[in-house]
């Protein structure tokens, strides 16, 4: 603050010069509209109107003027501050009212957009098929066991009469396992089906009766071309009980062909050998697309059957009782028959599907058709 001025010369006093008043109004009204936005504006008030703006620090001077300027000087001050102030106000009313309509438009709910716009997918026809199976099996009181697909070797073959000579335990394609270190691990293999499941079953049961099916990914190396995939998926089932017989063992094969293809459907064996079933088959089914009816009729020949009649589902057979032996159960009480096939080939048969590689490669775009099946 200036000193008491005793002879009046308001020229004396720069910063209440009518010129510089009015300056200092027009610099703040300038920059209030020059203000973008709300914060911007804030700032600009403080500049022009807070207690170290230059109109505040004017009106300050006022005090130190002689009587008879004070009037004049203060109206002047006082006017040049109103006037700021409502710039201030009017400029604050006009950013607000922006920001209001900028909420309401940036800010607003279309409530009429659709609310599913994340493309939905669809189930795996392996999953649902082997869900399917699933079902008719425990519709007639099986239960589904699963198992490990990294295997011991002892379960995926010793315990299945295919000791370390036996031949088919070379025919099986199997993978073996390597450590981080590169050595083979002996003793674990990727399971190539899961019989071994059956076997940890019979071992986990105190005593027969057993029904469970074993559905599971197995593993064999074949390259992956139309026909063949190194990862497929398998269902097989096993009964152990007093007095079963072949006969059950077709019944149940009969049944499940009617409970996925429909009435009339039937299966037949043809002699094979396994190593864990003795005596062992060959499953057929009739071919559900001509229903036998393409057999030599060459006005309709079938495509799904190549006009065979029959479509060759997998294996079966009444197990080996020396792999009863081996999982502690006495074969003089007890029989027991098994099967086991691909559900990749069911399913190509079933949907037509005529390369394997669409089942594998998880293109949504082949999976989508078979929809969700829940
Ligand atoms: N485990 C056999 C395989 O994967 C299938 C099979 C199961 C055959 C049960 C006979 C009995 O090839």
Redesign the pocket.
Known sequence: MSAPNKSYDPVEVEALKPEEIERLRDEALAAFEAAADLAALQEAKVAHTGDRSPLSLANREIGALPPQAKKEAGQRVGQARGAVNKALAERRAVLEAERDARVLTEEAVDVTLPFDRAPRGARHPLTTLSERLGDIFTAMGYAVAEGPEVEAEWLNFDA?NMGPDHPARST?DTFFLKDATGHSTDGVVLR????GV?IRSMLAASEPPIYVICPGR?FRSDELDATHTPVFS?I???AVDEGLTMADLKGTLDHMVVSLFGEGMKTRLRP?Y?P??EP??EMDMVCFNCRGESVGNPDRPCRTCSSEGWIEL????M?NPRVLIACGIDPNRYSG??????IERLLMFRHNVEDMRDIVEGDVRFTLPFGMEI
């Open positions: 299945l099986q190539t089906h899961t019989s059956q197995v398998q097989e089932l096993l094979n396994f864990f079933t062992s088959a997998g294996g079966c057979g197990v028959f098994a099967f086991g096939f691909g």
